[in-house]
């Protein structure tokens, strides 16, 4: 009868027996996660003493982090590294799960897969070691490229500065790229292109019509799983940046191991989040408004002019983010500004659309 | 001509993907102590001296007990997660989810740091216990990746067949689900115990004075001279990854075909 | 034919999923030893009354029994059912000896009791031999098989089928159709069959209960349900129907006097009008094959209309008429079986129709 009952009050309430279940994990991820992160954002109000930490609502870490010029050229830098590996790695990695998805048989994808992924799964640590050995004075490239005769002396751009930090997070996080726009376009009904090309598009047209708009969610999503991780990264900027790659993550570090100061180290991790946040939102505000544009433009606008204002909008967008970033003591008036004149230029599409 | 084209690129890049890892074994097996090139001959000592270092056994000891346990750990909360996402609809299904599967794209840094000031908070001594409350956090959102999958390929008319043939739920997890997705607990297993095995940062943060292996490895690229034996050792690693990976590669994809599921991809 | 005691009775039971009223008020009993069908279009609620008896759903009001127990708070594994799924839900890890054995594992059977069972369960369904396969190693009627098996061996009370013959071939389902009739009489339990398909439902039960939108339209035995349907919704699922105007003239002592289109003056029963219908505009049902499209010289069987052929479709054995009869505006279907020596009339034709007022339903 117990037994009986309690399935049936179980059974009748589907909502009760879902929360009971995702209970333990939700729970570990409110008190390991959601608190501490809740904690880091009241820390970085608070101000840091000489031994502890005093219970003072302060806004000081937050003016000290965006204002001085070392923190600032940091996140600047961060930002800029991390976008620039966005696109590099996002660029790269369309082709390859193009090639996977259309050109590979079904029975050999999981292989090309396996063999994508097998790299990520290896010591992150080691992995990007290499990359130094790859890239320094003595290293793979310099030596080659000295073999070959084609540079006299090594190269030594290529080493401890944002380049190297760029090529090797594009290295590490190929993978993530590749595998959601690898879902993406797996999804795609084969049938819709064939019937794309019936309708008497070209290859590349239909590609640009059909293909690449139904792989957009898998773009949206590549972008984000290497944008977010990436402007945090700490070994890869430690181990090949020099004095000259420090990120973010190096920043907090320095903050919280060795000078003591969680407040500031707080504020820090907190700003960078919002900066992941804010580029993030100006993205999709940006995506909103392109496509808005091609709708307008559909049929009449070239598909050139189309490409070109994609790259326009994007450029715009990245250009205009890291203004902010730099102008940091200024952001409040920068980010309302761009707000504006994208809601402006929102609205403006929009009635454009609705009178053609 | 276009596939030609699309194959060369593929190669090409599958070349930058694999660079460092072809590397690995040449450092590991020269005999210089220099990690450059030209090559100076073959030598087995790294691998000899490998065995002469205490800190390195610690630091294997620990990693091995932080990635076993974590893995355990995950592997349950992610079969938790995984089951009630796919099984049940519950009120904040999205917002409970979202906030478990965020380590997915939370940089690692900000789960250590914030971590780091609750326990020192709370007064709690870091230990290898902290570094697995850190690794249970990023490796559950993988574990519910792969659990989802396998209990998505389930059919629910299992679950009532058991039921209507007599059988309590308890006993019907027991001898339907659980032999059902044990593919994917044990692949999600192998996978959690990969990451917790690799993870550097909240071991850095949360350790306190134990090394873990990926803590020592980094340490040791301070000094030039310890340098080779850490390519000996990162070449043992890449080879037991890609064996694991095997492993759980293959359970997954048994575990999709024993449910009559479509194969759709990877780890993620 | 003695009446058989009630194995199921349904009192007014409603059920919800959140504000969607799935079930409304059924009231109904199945008897014991019956082959009982629950037939209806997708999503009218037939799937979620067989499993409010297997006690997969709980019902938010009303009573559901099985055997004379009130079956609230009894759960699905206590209850005296079983089920064969529409996935048929063979455990893909079990052989298929495993999956029929699945039931007996609690009953404490000694390993050859167990084995004797599982291989007279197996018998009875035809797969004799078979215990040792893998169950992904069969096919579709195979499968359906197992799932009997599996049912059957815990001997039921009543055996539960959500659409069990959908995912089958044409041909394999109408073999496992008539295996189906076999095997209830053989077990002779009640058994109670889900299903879409209303041929299939008028093949194999004793009665059904024809559903719409989470109601019982119209619970009866297929001859009662295909001649006299109670309203024209149950009418046109099963089987096709044409409907003329009429009217009512009188309705006296259990007769119905009508004016219809077409027809004329004509009596009926009160059986006939078994939708109640009480005066005034009603309309006239007929099933195709009850009408004769009449050739020169050959006599009405009982009264005649004269009517205009619009539409000709030759089906081999059978041939399809749209007539129209004269004084109404649209055509009623009329099919003929072509038996030697009738021949098949062209378009355009004018053609006298046979017709008996004793094949009219009245509806409302």
């Known amino acids: 009868m117990s037994e009986g009952s309690f399935w049936a009050r179980i059974r009748r309430t589907e909502g009760g027996s879902g929360l009971l279940l995702v209970a333990p994990p939700g729970l570990y991820a409110i008190l390991l996660l959601a608190a501490p992160l809740g904690t880091i954002l009241l820390y970085s109000f608070l101000t840091d003493g000489y031994l502890e930490i005093i219970r003072d609502f302060t806004l000081m870490n937050y003016s000290e982090a965006w204002t001085n010029e070392l923190y600032r050229s940091v996140m600047v830098r961060s930002l800029a590294v991390s976008m620039a590996v966005t696109a590099i790695t996002v660029l790269l990695a369309f082709p390859i799960a193009y090639f996977v998805s259309f050109h590979v048989e079904p029975s050999k994808k999981s292989l090309w897969l396996f063999l994508i992924t097998i790299p990520f799964w290896t010591s992150y640590l080691i992995r990007v070691f290499l990359w130094k050995v790859i890239l320094g004075y003595n290293g793979v490239v310099n030596s080659g490229l000295l073999g070959i005769g084609i540079i006299d002396e090594p190269l030594t751009f290529i080493l401890y500065n944002v380049n190297s930090v760029v090529i090797t997070l594009a290295h590490a996080y190929a993978p993530f790229a590749i595998l959601p726009i690898f879902v993406a376009l797996e999804k795609i009904d084969r049938s819709l292109l064939e019937a794309g090309q019936d309708l008497g598009e070209s290859r590349f047209m239909t590609f640009l019509r059909v293909t690449l708009p139904l792989a957009m969610p898998g773009v949206v999503a590549s972008i984000l799983i290497v944008f977010i991780p990436t402007i945090g990264d700490y070994v890869t900027p430690q181990l090949v940046g020099g004095p000259e790659g420090r990120m973010i993550a190096n920043l907090i570090q320095l903050q919280y191991l060795r000078l003591d100061n969680y407040p500031m180290g707080s504020a820090i991790a907190v700003s960078g989040m919002m900066l992941v946040v804010l580029t993030i939102f100006f993205g999709w505000a940006q995506a909103r408004l392109f496509g808005a544009a091609f709708r307008w433009f559909n049929g009449t606008m070239p598909w050139v002019a189309a490409v070109a204002m994609a790259f326009l909008s994007i450029a715009a967008n990245f250009g205009g983010v890291l203004l902010i970033a730099s102008l940091l003591p200024g952001a409040v008036a920068g980010v309302l500004l761009i707000l504006s004149w994208h809601i402006a230029l929102l609205v403006m599409l929009k009635r454009g659309g609705g009178m053609a | ?268 | 034919m003695t009446e058989k005691p009630t194995m199921i009775a349904f009192q007014d039971v409603h059920k919800y999923y959140g504000d969607y009223h799935a079930l409304r008020g059924i009231t109904a009993t199945i008897r014991a030893g019956e082959f009982f069908s629950l037939l209806g279009p997708s999503g009218c609620g037939k799937t979620t009354l067989l499993r409010t008896i297997a006690g997969f759903e709980g019902i938010d009001r009303g009573v559901v029994m099985i055997d004379g127990k009130d079956m609230a708070g009894v759960p699905a594994n206590k209850r005296p059912t079983n089920m064969v799924f529409q996935s048929y839900a063979i455990f893909p890890h079990m052989s298929v000896a495993e999956n029929v054995g699945f039931g007996l594992r609690r009953a404490g059977l000694s390993k050859a009791d167990l084995a004797a069972r599982v291989g007279e369960a197996l018998e009875m369904v035809g797969l004799k031999g078979y215990g040792a396969r893998a169950a992904h190693a069969l096919s579709g009627g195979q499968r359906q098989r197992v799932a009997l098996a599996r049912a059957l061996i815990l001997k039921p009370k009543v055996l539960l089928l959500d659409e069990p013959l959908s995912a089958l071939d044409k041909k394999m389902r109408e073999h496992m159709q008539v295996e189906l009739i076999r095997l209830q009489r053989q077990v002779g339990i009640t058994f109670i069959l889900v299903t879409h398909d209303q041929e299939e439902a008028l093949v194999m039960s004793d009665r059904i209960a024809v559903m719409f939108e989470g109601e019982i339209a119209q619970l009866a035995d297929p001859e009662t349900l295909y001649r006299r349907p109670n309203s024209r919704t149950v009418a046109n699922f099963i089987g096709t129907m044409n409907f003329l105007p009429a009217t009512v003239t009188s309705e006296m002592g259990g007769r119905i006097e009508i004016e219809a289109a077409g027809f004329g003056a004509m009596a009926l029963e009160a059986a006939q009008a078994p939708g109640a219908v009480t005066g005034g505009e009603v309309s006239v049902g007929f099933r195709p094959e009850t009408l004769t499209v009449l050739f020169d010289g050959q006599s009405a069987g009982d009264r005649e209309s004269m009517a205009t052929i619009e539409e000709v479709v030759y089906f081999g054995d059978m041939t399809y008429y749209d007539v129209r009869l004269d004084g109404t505006q649209s055509p009623v279907r009329i099919s003929m079986r072509n038996v030697f020596g009738r021949p098949v009339l062209d378009i355009g034709t004018r053609t006298r129709v046979g017709w008996s007022p004793g094949a009219m339903v009245l509806f409302r």
């Not at chain 2, 709370?122 to 519910?144: A, E, K, Q």
């Open chain 2, 1 to 268: 001509m276009k596939v030609n084209g699309f194959k060369l690129y593929a190669f090409c890049y599958l070349i930058f993907l694999y660079a460092p890892i072809i590397l690995l074994p040449m450092f590991a097996f020269n005999d210089a102590t220099v990690i450059a090139f030209p090559l100076t001959g073959f030598s087995t000592r790294w691998f000899e001296e490998m065995a002469t270092q205490p800190t390195l056994h610690l630091a294997v000891k620990n990693s091995l007990f932080i990635a076993v346990t974590s893995a355990v750990l995950s592997t349950i909360l992610g079969i938790f997660a995984a089951r009630a996402s796919t099984r049940y609809r519950f009120p904040f299904k999205a917002g409970i989810m979202g906030l478990i599967m965020l380590p997915l794209v939370l940089p690692e840094i900000i789960v250590a740091v914030s971590l780091l000031v609750v326990l020192l908070g709370l007064g709690v001594p870091l230990s290898l216990m902290t570094v697995i409350l850190g690794h249970v956090l990023i490796c559950t959102p993988f574990t519910i990746a792969i659990l989802s999958s396998a209990f998505q390929s389930l059919d629910q008319s299992l679950e009532e067949a058991a039921y209507d043939l007599g059988e309590t739920p308890a006993s019907t997890f027991r001898l339907i689900i659980l032999p059902l997705v044990m593919p994917g607990i044990i692949s999600s297993l192998l996978i959690s115990f990969t990451i917790s095995l690799d993870e550097f940062i909240i071991a850095f943060f949360l350790a306190g004075t134990q090394p873990t292996l990926p803590v020592y490895i980094f340490s040791q690229f301070r000094f030039p001279q310890a340098v080779p034996v850490i390519m000996a050792l990162g070449t043992i690693l890449v080879c037991l990854s890609i064996v694991l990976l095997s492993i759980a590669e293959y359970f997954r994809r048994r575990g999709i075909a024993r449910s009559g599921g479509k194969d759709t991809g990877g780890f993620l």
